[in-house]
C-alpha cells in the first residue's frame, strides 16, 4: 500500500517576523485552530519563492475562525428591555425594602442605658441647692424654721455644727456638735414639732462640697417622711 505523500509550507508570522519552514500540512492547520496563525500571515509551499496570505488560500481559509452570524432569537434577545436591581427616580407605590431595624435597637440601647445612669447621678445631685447667701440676710428670719449652721475650723479638724428652731439662739446642747450629733437632735426637735416648714444650712465656704452633699442627703431623708416641707443650703462666708 503507498504511503501517503505530505506537503510541506514555510510559515512566515507577520507579527513576530519569524519564518517557520517544511512545516507539514497537519501542523498548519493545527496552528490556524489554536490561534496561532492569522489570517495576514504569509505561507508557501516548501522550495517555492512566491509568499501567499493565509486567508487566501482555499485550503487554509476554512480552518480560520468565521464570525457567527447574527441569529433571529439572538436579535430579539439584545433589542428585549434590561431589568436591573436599581432603578433611576422613585417607585411611587410599588413595593417598599423594608430598613433594617437592628442597627436602630442597638443605638436605642446604649441611649437607654446611658440615660439611666446619668438620671441616677442627676436623682442624687438634683436637690442639693448651695446659693450663695445674700449679704446682710439673717437666716433665722423665718418662724418655724430649724436652722443648722456648720462652721469651718481647720483643715485638719472636723467642722463645728449648730442647730436651732424658731428663731431661738442655739443653747449649750446645740452647739458645738458633730454631725451625728446635729442630725440627732434635728430628729428629736421633730418628734417634738411633728413637722416643720423649713429646715436652712448654713455652711461656710470652706468646706468641702462632699461634707455639704452628704448633709442634704441626710436631711432629704425627713422630707421623704413628710416632716418638713422645704430644704434650703445656702454657702455663707460667716464662721
Not at 193 to 211: M, N, P
Amino acid at each position: 500500500m503507498a504511503t501517503a505523500k505530505k506537503f510541506f509550507f514555510d510559515v512566515w508570522l507577520i507579527q513576530g517576523s519569524m519564518v517557520y519552514r517544511s512545516v507539514p500540512y497537519e501542523v498548519v492547520t493545527d496552528w490556524i485552530q489554536q490561534g496561532r496563525l492569522l489570517a495576514d500571515d504569509r505561507l508557501r509551499p516548501t522550495g517555492t519563492e512566491e509568499w501567499f496570505e493565509l486567508g487566501r488560500v482555499p485550503a487554509f481559509a476554512g480552518f480560520l475562525p468565521q464570525p457567527e452570524p447574527l441569529r433571529t432569537d439572538a436579535q430579539a434577545e439584545a433589542l428585549e428591555p434590561l431589568e436591573s436591581s436599581f432603578a433611576w427616580g422613585k417607585k411611587g407605590e410599588e413595593e417598599e425594602a423594608d430598613p433594617d431595624m437592628i442597627p436602630l435597637i442597638d443605638v436605642s440601647l446604649v441611649l437607654l442605658i446611658f440615660f439611666m445612669l446619668t438620671s441616677v447621678v442627676a436623682t442624687a445631685t438634683a436637690s442639693i441647692k448651695i446659693p450663695a447667701l445674700e449679704n446682710g440676710a439673717d437666716p433665722t428670719a423665718n418662724k418655724d424654721m430649724v436652722w443648722i449652721g456648720i462652721a469651718f475650723v481647720a483643715n485638719d479638724q472636723p467642722p463645728d455644727y449648730s442647730i436651732s428652731f424658731d428663731n431661738d439662739q442655739a443653747g449649750q446642747n446645740d452647739s458645738h456638735l458633730s454631725e451625728e450629733q446635729a442630725l440627732k437632735r434635728l430628729e428629736e426637735l421633730l418628734q417634738k414639732q411633728h413637722q416643720v416648714e423649713e429646715i436652712r444650712v448654713a455652711a461656710h465656704r470652706d468646706l468641702s462640697f462632699d461634707l455639704i452633699k452628704h448633709m442634704a442627703v441626710e436631711l432629704e431623708r425627713f422630707k421623704s417622711e413628710g416632716k418638713v416641707h422645704f430644704i434650703r443650703i445656702e454657702v455663707t462666708d460667716k464662721k
